[in-house]
């Protein structure tokens, strides 16, 4: 028998279970390469703008693990992830759910780097036999192979694998070059009057790229199709206003990742790089789109170096349609 405590009680329960839900924001999460830098910049100011909350989103950018950002997006754990085109390329043709859907980066970043002192080192035939302080990746040997061939030299050089720890090695002489982006160490390097000269990949036989990648995977994209575009478009959104107003960007950033983004100099002074390079945005306005020029070059020099490798890890013998990996209904509309 109830009393009548009970039966009040239980009314006001089912006059609560009644009523609809408020709406609640869709979950959507992503994963980053690194730990937070100014590649990663649109995310956070679209995050800390309300970009997200007004399409209705409800994002979380997990923080950089040693698993790959591409693995995570495969496996669901992930929604999107931030990629490489090359990492893209080599996960996807081993048989990862892996499409990319926003260029983050419209060039290539990247540089071959090497102390200014060195006056024995004046073009690319000059590494020759010389020590390059690495992280470990077939794409550097292809890379740096090529580019001492197209210079006339052999491409003969000797590898230790330092990850990071590169960096310290190639300043205090331990190695001969390494690879660096210029918007983060080489702007870093400038920063602390560190004086180093560079060769730009693309001036010597290796294609141009879009460097960093948003991906995601086709089961998310068609299981997701809404969701997904109003994620690109306030992301680009975000990318947009850091283009537009860096210092404030800038400080959005900062403000969010304030226990490892310490150095607001080199934050400021990387983005600045970013925004007058171009590398966020074209001179003619181009962002977060793909050019498929570059899409299908690098795959091609990826493959003639036989680094795409099937899920057996066998050389593919015939190059995939790469204009397959990149769905144009998410670059279209930007």
Not at 17 to 30: D, K
Not at 222 to 243: H, L, M, P, W
Request: aromatic share 10%; hydrophobic share 45%.
């Amino acid at each position: 028998m109830f009393n009548r405590r009970q039966i009040i009680a239980m009314a006001i329960i089912a006059s609560f279970t009644a009523m609809p839900a408020f709406a609640q924001n869709t979950p959507v999460s992503i994963a980053l390469d690194w730990t937070p830098n100014t590649n990663h910049i649109g995310l956070f100011v679209a995050q800390a703008e309300g970009y997200y909350a007004e399409a209705g989103l409800d994002v979380t950018i997990l923080p950089y693990s040693d698993t790959a950002a591409g693995t995570l997006v495969a496996n669901r754990v992930a929604d999107f992830g931030i990629m490489g085109t090359v990492s893209l390329y080599t996960q996807r043709t081993a048989g990862a759910d892996l499409f990319a859907t926003f260029a983050v980066t419209q060039t290539e970043t990247g540089r071959v780097v090497f102390n200014a002192g060195r006056t024995d080192i004046q073009r690319p035939s000059d590494l020759d036999g010389l020590t390059y302080g690495g992280f470990g990746s077939d794409w550097e040997t292809a890379l740096i192979n090529t580019i001492i061939r197209h210079d006339g030299g052999e491409g003969a050089f000797e590898t230790v694998t330092l990850g990071t720890s590169a960096y310290e090695a190639l300043a205090n002489g331990a190695v001969d070059f390494t690879l660096e982006v210029c918007t983060w160490e080489g702007v870093k390097a400038e920063l602390e009057g560190v004086a180093q000269r560079a060769f730009r990949y693309a001036d010597f036989g290796v294609p141009d790229e879009h460097t960093t990648l948003i991906g995601s995977s086709r089961t998310y994209l068609d299981a997701n199709q809404e969701t997904a575009a109003a994620f690109i478009a306030a992301t680009k959104r975000g990318y947009s206003f850091a283009v537009d107003h860096p210092e404030a960007a800038a400080d959005i950033i900062i403000a969010a990742n304030a226990d490892v983004l310490t150095d607001r100099a080199l934050i400021v002074a990387s983005l600045k790089a970013l925004v007058e390079g171009h590398y966020l945005r074209t001179s003619d306005g181009a962002l977060g789109t793909f050019d498929p020029v570059k899409m299908a070059a690098i795959g091609a020099f990826m493959f003639e170096a036989g680094m795409l490798k099937d899920s057996d890890g066998n050389a593919l013998a015939v190059a995939p349609d790469f204009s397959s990996y990149y769905p144009t209904a998410y670059a279209a509309d930007q």
